[in-house]
Antibody, heavy 123, light 107 residues
Framework: QAQLEESGGRVVQPGTSLRLSCAAS????????MHWVRQAPGKGLEWVAF????????YYGDSVKGRFTISRDNSRNTLSLQMNSLRPEDTAVYYC????????????????WGQGSLVTVSS | DIQMTQSPSALSASVGDRVTITCRAS??????LAWYQQKPGKAPKLLIY???SLESGVPSRFSGSGSGTEFTLTVSSLQPDDFATYYC?????????FGGGTKVEIK
């Protein structure tokens, strides 16, 4: 049973940076693509970024492209999201989520989710 | 990007009711559609993938159907644990996008 635990969320000022982490266990982390998905308070779900199982392929949503960077450390079973130039509209709960496929695919849904980490961007 | 439209945005139902939620895609997504259930303060939970395949451990009262641009999620007999918000999501390429959600409330 996959387990994902996010950390790093806090209150930050606009224009600053923050790094989120997601610790994975219960599955072969290096075998699966991973995602970040966010949810603004009281709103729906928005996909943020994807990294392939080997870290060689990365995709981003338009709203974060050029500001956020997804990465992974397969030796430590950890997924990260570096968020720069944060804006108030980035305020959300950020979930890490596991891809169901054991190979790189651009057709992704999310079969396991962490509990989420709240990022608040406010002055 | 492919737009996903869910209807209704909210509904009221009683325990035992049959409930159907619709999701429409702005272009054909074949059968590359997933459904999730989310309860307040919790992460979403995968219910259905590939439009009609039930995720392991999900009760059989949940079912999905459709292909192309129109899809439905049906709960055959609503149980107290089913009051939640439901989202559809396409995965016919990046970016994967979600519908706006359907909140199922107790009548």
């Amino acid at each position: 049973q996959a387990q994902l635990e996010e950390s790093g969320g806090r209150v930050v000022q606009p224009g600053t940076s923050l790094r989120l982490s997601c610790a994975a266990s219960g599955f072969t982390f290096r075998g699966y693509g991973m995602h970040w998905v966010r949810q603004a308070p009281g709103k729906g779900l928005e996909w943020v970024a994807f990294v392939s199982f080997d870290g060689n392929n990365k995709y981003y949503g338009d709203s974060v492209k050029g500001r956020f960077t997804i990465s992974r450390d397969n030796s430590r079973n950890t997924l990260s999201l570096q968020m720069n130039s944060l804006r108030p509209e980035d305020t959300a709960v950020y979930y890490c989520a596991k891809d169901p496929w054991k190979a790189f695919s651009t057709s992704s849904y999310f079969d396991s989710w962490g509990q989420g980490s709240l990022v608040t961007v406010s002055s | 990007d492919i737009q996903m439209t869910q209807s209704p945005s909210a509904l009221s139902a009683s325990v035992g009711d049959r409930v159907t939620i619709t999701c429409r895609a702005s272009q054909s997504i074949r059968n590359l559609l997933a459904w999730y259930q989310q309860k307040p303060g919790k992460a979403p939970k995968l219910l259905i993938y590939q439009a009609s395949s039930l995720e392991s451990g999900v009760p059989s009262r949940f079912s999905g159907s459709g292909s192309g641009t129109e899809f439905t999620l049906t709960v055959s007999s609503l149980q107290p644990d089913d009051f939640a918000t439901y989202y559809c999501q396409h995965y016919n390429g990046f970016p994967p996008t979600f519908g706006g959600g359907t909140k199922v409330e107790i009548k």
